[in-house]
T-cell receptor, first 114, second 110 residues
């Protein structure tokens, strides 16, 4: 089974802090994604990566950056956390071929910014 | 207008009922369509892809209407375990990007 692991299930940070959210997948997938999920807004794509050291902006990249130094790891960085970044963050991976719609998600990281 | 729109529900149905959800999409260039299921406080998981000719997987039937730009999900003989939020997902443009609807919540009761 594909396993996508997010390092922290729950985090509480203060405004202005730097936040790292880590995601690791064990199926050698080329594509990795970061979404945030908010009530009434659904899942919105922040950034994605289709290869090591490659990244593409999603729909809401402002206030975020990402890092993909190794194929299995995709990190989301909040340089200076703000209260409007309080959300559920979901990492996902997908292989390049096969069922192109099948994203495998991690369990999510619920971030609260005070 | 949102790229993908769904009725948020909740749909409250008794066990054994048949229930249908619709989802509309705005981009006529959309190429692939999917239904995901998300249980409470869990991550989304792929339920089924939606093919042009319509497709069935057990009690679940998915259909696509390109002319009217909507997809549907029909659940027959609802079970308590079907209670979840059903997310409509559309792929358009680049191969990587999937756009999610906000989901339709289903509650199946005794």
């Amino acid at each position: 089974d594909v396993k996508v692991t997010q390092s922290s299930r729950y985090l509480v940070k203060r405004t202005g802090e730097k936040v790292f959210l880590e995601c690791v997948q064990d199926m050698d997938h080329e594509n990795m994604f970061w979404y945030r999920q908010d009530p009434g807004l659904g899942l919105r794509l922040i950034y994605f990566s289709y290869d090591v050291k490659m990244k593409e902006k999603g729909d809401i990249p402002e206030g975020y950056s990402v890092s993909r130094e190794k194929k299995e790891r995709f990190s989301l960085i909040l340089e200076s956390a703000s209260t409007n970044q309080t959300s559920m963050y979901l990492c996902a991976s997908r292989e390049n071929s096969g069922r192109i719609g099948e994203l495998f998600f991690g369990e999510g990281s619920r971030l609260t910014v005070l | 207008r949102k790229e993908v729109e769904q009725d948020p529900g909740p749909f409250n149905v008794p066990e054994g009922a048949t229930v249908a959800f619709n989802c509309t999409y705005s981009n006529s260039a959309s190429q692939s369509f999917f239904w995901y299921r998300q249980d409470c406080r869990k991550e989304p998981k792929l339920l089924m892809s939606v093919y042009s000719s319509g497709n069935e997987d057990g009690r679940f039937t998915a259909q696509l209407n390109r002319a009217s730009q909507y997809i549907s999900l029909l659940i027959r003989d609802s079970k308590l375990s079907d209670s979840a939020t059903y997310l409509c997902v559309v792929r358009a443009g680049t191969a990587s990007k999937l756009t999610f609807g906000t989901g339709t919540r289903l509650q199946v009761t005794l």
